[in-house]
């Protein structure tokens, strides 16, 4: 994982780098820019966020309706000279060589964090709370990358598409470089670090809950005290993995720090646990 990071003088550390799908018409090279925009478009911005290209004068969801997903753009008539398939994601691409731009994606350390805790007493009976966050961090999600190759993520299976919305398998993986060595290979890109697969990882948490009440002497032995502890209760995040906070530390590794976490690896989340306490005092 140590190889995702690019480190550079007069730069921030932990930085991910890595491919681009375009997500904008200004990132095609100027005299595609003017084909891009709205319906009847010859590129256009689908559900995913990602530019594709449809072809003028047909709308994304032509690909079943009109039996287009076959269809091929020619490298003669394409941006950068790459041939494209319908409706698949668009590299960004270095406008000199044609190859895959190599760009910042994200950060692995998060701008800030955040907590607060709050404690109440009321007679017997004792609450706290803990609740903290991380905001602004990056998180590879080599998991869900991975699953693509493998077909076992339910955005292949096209679950609640409709046949407008459905995607083709080669949108998500497809073998090998299937044109002049730059296809894209689908979302799964080969395993590498692209803007689909880093994922904003930014969270809240309710990491701790403790409500606790004190009996008093029992039959006049002690100072009794009951109480419960729930610890990692919610997370709050649009991370789409098991849970943003874990990933692989690089302790090992080039970039030498266990601070940099920021790749989830199939590691098991933090679990939500609840405990039962009892406690005297004489």
Sequence with gaps: SGSVFYAQAGYPYAEFYGRKFITSCAEL???????????????????????????AGNSLG???????WNAVLPSSQA?????LNWGMPIKLRDPVTGSSANVFLGSALPKFRLSHSQ?????????YALV??????????????????????REEDQHSKSVEDAKPIGYYWRQGPADAGIGV???????GVNSVNLEKASYAKIREVNVSYNYGPVRGVG???????GRNLKTFTNYSGYDPEVGVTNAGSVSGSGAVNGV???QFPNLRTFSLSLSTRF
Excluded: E, H, M
């Excluded at 290979?185 to 395993?191: C, Q, V």
């Excluded at 100072?223 to 502890?229: A, R």
């Design 185 to 191: 290979g689908g979302l799964y890109d080969a395993l």
């Design 119 to 127: 404690t109440f007493n009321y007679k017997r009976l004792f609450l």
């Design 62 to 68: 032509d690909g079943i309706k009109r039996n287009l």
């Design 264 to 266: 989830d690896a199939y």
């Design 132 to 153: 903290d966050g991380s905001f602004g961090q990056y998180v590879w999600n080599q998991a869900r990358a991975w699953s693509f190759g493998d077909f076992q993520d």
């Design 79 to 83: 941006p950068w000279g790459g041939q």
């Design 29 to 55: 090279p100027g005299p595609f820019q003017a084909q891009c925009g709205g319906p009847g478009s010859a590129f256009q911005k689908n559900g995913d966020g990602l530019i594709v290209w449809v072809g």
């Design 223 to 229: 100072d009794w005290t009951i109480g419960l502890v």
